[in-house]
T-cell receptor, first 113, second 118 residues
Framework: AQTVTQSQPEMSVQEAETVTLSCTYDTSESDYYLFWYKQPPSRQMILVIRQEAYKQQNATENRFSVNFQKAAKSFSLKISDSQLGDAAMYFCSFSGSYDKVIFGPGTSLSVIP | GAVVSQHPSWVICKSGTSVKIECRSL??????MFWYRQFPKQSLMLMAT?????????EQGVEKDKFLINHASLTLSTLTVTSAHPEDSSFYICSAPDASRGHGGELFFGEGSRLTVL
C-alpha cells in the first residue's frame, strides 16, 4: 500500500524568505504522480505543483519548486520569497495506477510578517 | 481549471436525521468522484470512490449503510449521511479528476461541506 509521510507538522518562515517542506512516500509502482496541495483557512484545496515520476526534471511553478528524488522517494516543496498569502496547510499527495489520491498528514505553514 | 461545485457549504441537523451533500462537475464529465472526510487539523481521509452508473467502493472501516453515495450522472454525485449522530460531525470534501484534460491524477475539489450534528 502507498503511504505519504510529512515529518513537519508545523513550520514557520519570515516573509520574503525561503522555506522547504518535506515529504516522503512509499510505493512499489514505477509510474505515478506527486502533488502538493494547499489548503488555506477557507479550506478550499488548491493545487500548488505537480510532478510526473517519469520526468527527471524538477517541476517549478513561479515561486514554488520541488526537489524530486525518485530513488529516495522524496518530494520536497520549496517556497521562495514567502508571502503572507502562503500561510496554509500543505498536503503532499500521491496518485498511482489505481487513480486514488493519497494525502500526507499535512504541514501547517505560518508566515511571519 | 475544472470546477467542482459542492453544496451545502455548511449544514446543522438534529441527531437521527439524514443529510444530503451534492457535488457537481460544472465544466467536465466526472466519471469518478472521490469523497473525503477531514477532521480539524487533520488530513483528508478517503471514504469512498463513486463511479457513474455503478456502486461506490468504500474504504475499510467506512459504513456503507450510513454514508450512501450515488453517482447517477456524469456531472452529479451525492453523499447522504443517514441517521446522523454527533460523531458524524466533520468536514466533507468531494473531488474528481478530469481525465479528458490529461491532468495525470490532479483532483479538482469542491468547496467542502461542514456538517454539525446536534
Amino acid at each position: 500500500a502507498q503511504t505519504v509521510t510529512q515529518s513537519q507538522p508545523e513550520m514557520s518562515v519570515q516573509e520574503a524568505e525561503t522555506v522547504t517542506l518535506s515529504c516522503t512516500y512509499d510505493t512499489s509502482e514505477s509510474d505515478y504522480y506527486l502533488f502538493w496541495y494547499k489548503q488555506p483557512p477557507s479550506r478550499q484545496m488548491i493545487l500548488v505543483i505537480r510532478q510526473e515520476a517519469y520526468k527527471q526534471q524538477n517541476a517549478t511553478e513561479n515561486r514554488f519548486s520541488v526537489n524530486f528524488q525518485k530513488a529516495a522517494k522524496s518530494f520536497s516543496l520549496k517556497i521562495s520569497d514567502s508571502q503572507l498569502g502562503d500561510a496554509a496547510m500543505y498536503f503532499c499527495s500521491f496518485s498511482g495506477s489505481y487513480d486514488k489520491v493519497i494525502f500526507g498528514p499535512g504541514t501547517s505553514l505560518s508566515v511571519i510578517p | 481549471g475544472a470546477v467542482v461545485s459542492q453544496h451545502p457549504s455548511w449544514v446543522i441537523c438534529k441527531s437521527g436525521t439524514s443529510v444530503k451533500i451534492e457535488c457537481r462537475s460544472l465544466d467536465f464529465q466526472a466519471t469518478t468522484m472521490f469523497w473525503y472526510r477531514q477532521f480539524p487539523k487533520q488530513s483528508l481521509m478517503l471514504m469512498a470512490t463513486s463511479n457513474e452508473g455503478s456502486k461506490a467502493t468504500y474504504e475499510q472501516g467506512v459504513e456503507k449503510d450510513k454514508f450512501l453515495i450515488n453517482h447517477a450522472s456524469l456531472t452529479l454525485s451525492t453523499l447522504t449521511v443517514t441517521s446522523a449522530h454527533p460523531e458524524d460531525s466533520s468536514f466533507y470534501i468531494c473531488s474528481a479528476p478530469d481525465a479528458s484534460r490529461g491532468h495525470g491524477g490532479e483532483l479538482f475539489f469542491g468547496e467542502g461541506s461542514r456538517l454539525t450534528v446536534l
